[in-house]
């Protein structure tokens, strides 16, 4: 059988490694084109004596160069444009985007343009864009994969989307369920990135921590299974066992159970339409599980669950702003220059202030994503 031609956005990240871990395990089912990653240059060095890329992208020109001299039989790349140019490549069967932030809207961009099918793991492109890579997607004929585990789940419940009535997202509920608000207002990065199921990278560590993490699932699920927001539903589950469940019309529910490990949506994504055993190390059990708690969102402790789902309901350019500012709260908080409970009161700030273009453009959306961002740092100074 052809090997699949694979390339992976953003390999040295969390997602990344993990996706080279579940590949390592089924070589024979793939052959790696390309590696992308941002600073971690002994990481990638790592990957491309192991996987043998044929092409290789990372942030910076100067370390491309260096990468270049030690490796003269691959094809280096930098920055963002290295990115579409290896997301052009008609080779690729599949692409994984697993970067973090905006920087995965433009490459995802590019290969539902050149009709190569995506495994998503940056859910920030679909709720800054999410119209329109739905719609480019679909005219190209393009598969868009969830790897995020919850919508992962949806995508293995649903059998016919048109008579399906709710989403039930799950969520373990992060490092603070239950501290009191004044403990979340004094919380340091450490104490936020400290969470408790789940091993990844910072940024969504702590939009886990503050719920605006679900907030961007909502808006993600909405594009990608044509939801309405009304029938979106976020539960708390902190076992992180049920991924996320469906109801249908009928009132049949299906979940999805598994145990925590974000190989099995990598795989899943990967591999689909096949399921194999793959990197399966162990079988669930319901007797080791023993509990299945499930509660509601406190949203006043959580405010940015309120503010996503607000935004997503706006529309428009709203999602953009609330993504912008988010992401740039994010990185100020992890600098220490603002407490963690700021980051709702800076989004609802630049939310408040955003104009509204329904159906922005991508020029547009791009546009207001640099603006919103120049303004919330000029906000947090
Ligand atoms: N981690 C999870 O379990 C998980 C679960 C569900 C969804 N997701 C989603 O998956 C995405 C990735 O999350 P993550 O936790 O894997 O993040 P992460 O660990 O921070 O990894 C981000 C990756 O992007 C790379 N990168 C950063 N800037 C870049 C640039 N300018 N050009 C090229 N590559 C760049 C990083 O490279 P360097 O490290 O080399 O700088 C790294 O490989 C996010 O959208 C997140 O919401 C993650």
């Not at 990481?43 to 043998?52: D, G, M, P, S």
């Not at 160069?65 to 280096?76: A, I, M, N």
């Not at 690729?92 to 793991?121: C, F, Q, R, Y």
Request: negative net charge.
């Amino acid at each position: 059988m052809k090997k699949k031609q694979i390339s992976i956005i953003g390999s040295t990240g969390s997602i990344g490694t993990q996706a080279l871990e579940v590949i390592e395990k089924i070589r024979d089912k793939f052959e790696i084109l390309a590696l992308a990653g941002g600073d971690n240059i002994e990481l990638i060095n790592k990957q491309i004596r192991q996987f043998k890329p044929k092409t290789v992208c990372v942030k910076s020109f100067e370390a491309k160069t260096r990468l270049e001299k030690e490796f003269p039989d691959v094809k280096l790349l930098g920055g963002d444009e290295g990115l579409e140019e290896i997301c052009s490549n008609k080779e690729n069967d599949l692409i994984v985007i697993a970067v973090s932030g905006k920087i995965g809207l433009k490459p995802t961009l590019a290969a539902v343009k050149n009709k190569i099918n995506i495994a998503l793991a940056n859910k920030e492109t679909l709720v800054m864009a999410g119209e329109i890579v739905m719609k480019t997607a679909k005219e190209n004929g393009v598969n868009i994969l969830p790897i995020d585990s919850e919508h992962c789940a949806i995508h293995q419940c649903i059998k016919n989307i048109a008579n399906v009535e709710r989403l039930i997202i799950t969520a373990s509920g992060g490092p603070f369920l239950n501290k009191s608000i004044d403990e979340i207002k004094n919380a340091t990065p450490e104490q936020t990135l400290a969470h408790p199921q789940w091993n990844m990278g910072k940024k969504i560590t702590v939009d886990s921590a503050t719920l605006m993490n679900k907030g961007l699932e909502v808006i993600e699920a909405h594009h990608l299974f044509g939801i309405s927001y009304e029938n979106i539903d976020v539960i708390i589950h902190p076992q992180s066992l049920v991924h996320s469940a469906i109801e249908y019309v009928d009132g049949s529910v299906i979940a999805q159970i598994g145990l925590p490990s974000m190989h099995i949506p990598i795989q899943y994504a990967l591999t689909y339409p096949e399921r194999i055993e793959g990197i399966k190390s162990k079988s669930f059990s319901f007797l080791d599980a023993k509990r299945f708690d499930f509660e509601q969102p406190d949203l006043e402790k959580f405010p940015c669950l309120k503010l996503a789902y607000a935004a997503g309901e706006a529309g428009g350019i709203a999602p953009v702003c609330l993504n912008a500012a988010n992401e740039e709260a994010v990185f100020a908080f992890l600098q220490g220059k603002i407490k963690l409970y700021e980051i709702s009161q800076i989004v609802e700030k630049m939310l408040s202030q955003h104009t509204t273009v329904k159906s922005p453009s991508i020029e547009e959306v791009f546009e207001i994503d640099s603006e919103i961002r120049a303004k919330t740092i000029e906000l947090i100074r």
